[in-house]
């Protein structure tokens, strides 16, 4: 059997069958995973480059993002030392402050471009409390599900719909629709992966059907008019349409190859709406061309396969559930992002993970990748 002992000076040492024994690496030490951190590194680091095209060349954009990947990362080292089993007894206590501070944001939250979705901590921090629930909302519903017996009941499916139901219709009142669509998309994941038969899925996916005209009914007149708009953007290119109008059009005119680095027109002469935010694609496209774009999809989709990877060779329950609902919830970030810019997707406001600017969403989509990391480096050894 595989086990660890201590070396002379305490130093852990991976014993094997044969009786030979090696010296654990510092990656293993640290319980960091070497290949989804070098990838990491260079994705945010291209972001960096993308941004301070983006940002109109501002230099203090560029220096504030860095320190948030900085402080992001540091949170994602300090995450990854915990054990699947610290990560399953904080799961209630998570969820149960993420709901406090959405109650606090429909009580008294920060107003922000028509939303109150901020909490502000003043002199502090000013950040969106639904970015918690990101991970909080996975982390709840396997933590649940780890404890039944699966594939799950209906039983056990109605206590995760409300689970999810809270949380996601506190954020939806905000409003904050794409926000509140991915957090629950999450924990759809976690309960996709703890192995629904199909009939039970295509039960589920009849009611999730029937329920779009009343989603349709209770959404902002706002929204709508971003659904509108995707249909046809050019019923009204001055006004609704024009966002998706000027990314298309700064994406075709990239070419192959870009028009290079800080050339582009649409970006440069600020025809381009929050080209640092939600539309940095279209500036990757327009500055970069067809191969640029290729290129950061061929990096996110190595991130996404080494991260299922890691996924896949979680031996609990609760680690297996919450670290493919976690990649999977980052390939849907990647996948709507880039589908709204090129106009296949409604524009919901979804930033493109670790290159658009944003503080809280970095910090949440690194915490994700330290519990993917604790869950993989905290396995058992056990042997070939």
């Known amino acids: 059997m595989v086990e660890l002992t201590r070396g002379l000076r305490g130093r852990p040492i991976k014993r ?49 993002q860095g320190v948030r990947f900085g402080v992001a990362l540091a949170g994602m080292v300090i995450i990854a030392q915990f054990t699947p089993a610290t990560l399953l007894r904080w799961a209630l206590p998570a969820y149960l402050a993420g709901m406090a501070m959405l109650v606090a944001v429909e009580v008294m939250g920060d107003m922000g471009m028509g939303a109150q979705r901020w909490l502000v901590i003043p002199g502090v921090v000013r950040f969106q409390p639904s970015e918690m629930m990101k991970l909080a909302m996975p982390m709840m519903v396997a933590a649940w599900l780890s404890r039944r017996a699966l594939p799950p009941g209906w039983q056990d499916l109605a206590v995760c719909a409300v689970l999810i139901g809270a949380p996601v219709l506190l954020i939806a009142r905000q409003p904050d629709l794409g926000t509140s669509l991915l ?72 070419g192959l190859w870009g028009k290079g680095w800080l050339q582009g027109t649409q970006s440069q002469l600020e025809f381009l709406p929050e080209r640092h935010t939600d539309f940095i694609v279209a500036v990757l496209g327009e500055e970069f061309g067809l191969v640029g774009m290729l290129v950061f999809l061929a990096l996110y989709l190595m991130i996404v396969c080494r991260g299922l990877w890691l996924a896949g060779a979680a031996q609990e329950t609760f680690g297996r559930l919450l670290a493919g ?60």
């Open 16 to 64: 094997t069958l044969s009786g030979m024994s090696r010296r654990r690496s510092l990656w293993e030490r640290i319980h960091l995973d070497p290949w989804l951190l070098g990838m990491l590194l260079v994705l945010m680091l291209s972001g960096l480059v993308v941004l301070y095209s983006a940002s109109g060349q501002r230099l203090d954009v560029v220096i504030a």
């Open 183 to 254: 957090v629950a998309l999450a924990a759809v994941f976690v309960i996709l992966l703890a192995g629904l038969s199909w009939r039970v899925i295509l039960v589920l996916g009849g009611l999730a059907a029937s329920a779009l005209p009343l989603l349709w009914m209770n959404m902002h007149d706002y929204q709508r008019q971003r659904v509108l708009t995707f249909l046809d953007p050019e019923s009204d290119p001055l006004g609704a349409g024009w966002n998706i109008i000027q990314s298309t059009t700064a994406i075709g005119s990239g």
């Open 325 to 384: 609902s976690i990649i999977l919830t980052f390939f849907i970030y990647v996948f709507v992002n880039v589908g709204m810019v090129s106009g296949i997707l409604p524009v919901v406001g979804v930033p493109l993970p670790l290159v658009s600017y944003g503080g809280t969403s970095s910090v949440t989509l690194l915490a994700g990748f330290g519990i993917l990391m604790a869950i993989h480096s905290h396995r058992r050894l056990l042997p070939r």
